[in-house]
Nanobody
Framework: QLQLVESGGGLVQPGGSLRLSCAAS????????IGWFRQAPGKEREGISC????????YYADSVKGRFTVSRDNAKNTVYLQMNSLRPEDTAVYYC?????????????????WGQGTQVTVSS
């Protein structure tokens, strides 16, 4: 059974940093492209980053480009999202999801396995 578990969320002040982890069990993470998504209260879920399994290419939404970095540690079967220069508008529940495609698709429906989410709150 494919399972993803996010961790690393919490409360941080504006300008601060957090690193989210997405740990996989039941499958080898490097065979999947991994996306990070977030959903703020009252808003639709948005895709913010992705790392492909084919070549490790990374993609970022304009809202996080230059501030967030996605990486993977295949030995630990884990993908990370390093978030720097956090802003109040980054407050959301963050999810990771796995796609069997070897490239990052722009379609959320291609991500079939999802974690339970971790809360990130940016506030002073």
């Amino acid at each position: 059974q494919l399972q993803l578990v996010e961790s690393g969320g919490g409360l941080v002040q504006p300008g601060g940093s957090l690193r989210l982890s997405c740990a996989a069990s039941g499958f080898t993470l490097d065979a999947y492209s991994i996306g990070w998504f977030r959903q703020a209260p009252g808003k639709e879920r948005e895709g913010i980053s992705c790392i492909s399994s084919r070549d490790g290419n990374t993609y970022y939404a304009d809202s996080v480009k230059g501030r967030f970095t996605v990486s993977r540690d295949n030995a630990k079967n884990t993908v990370y999202l390093q978030m720097n220069s956090l802003r109040p508008e980054d407050t959301a529940v963050y999810y990771c999801a796995a796609s069997p495609r070897d490239y990052c698709s722009g379609y959320e429906s291609t991500f079939g396995s999802w974690g339970q989410g971790t809360q990130v709150t940016v506030s002073s």
